[in-house]
């Protein structure tokens, strides 16, 4: 699955990679879970822009959208669908209160999947947007 994350090009990398190492089919999928036109758009336009950076990798590619509020539920069913050997995720650097006691969509992916999943941290990333004074 595919966000409007930054660390999301970095699962793009790693499928690329892992795709050409086994010579295997990427399958993007994007869930859009707000109703607003405007990330719908950007979600829809970000699909297409990895899609056609795996294409032009010379991976086999497809792209779906899916909606909907359970996102766990809809990887899994997708990834049965198409019959998916593995799935890649993302889990978070850090966890807020409420996720450290509720759990995250990729905890929920992994401990619920049928599928093995391959999951791994983002990079470490400076915060850029605060002002840090010289002095």
Known sequence: ??????????????AVELAKLFRSDIRVISILTQTDEDTENKLISYSNQVWKFIKEKGIRCTIKTLRGKDIPKMVLDYGREVD???????????????????GTVAQRIISESDIPVLS????????????????
């Open 120 to 135: 791994f941290r983002p990079m470490m990333r400076k915060d850029t947007t605060a002002f840090a004074s010289p002095y």
């Open 84 to 102: 998916a050997d593995l799935i890649l995720i993302m889990s978070k650097a850090e966890l807020s209160l409420k996720e450290l006691f509720i």
């Open 1 to 14: 699955p595919v966000d409007l994350s930054k660390e999301t090009r970095e699962k793009v990398t790693k």
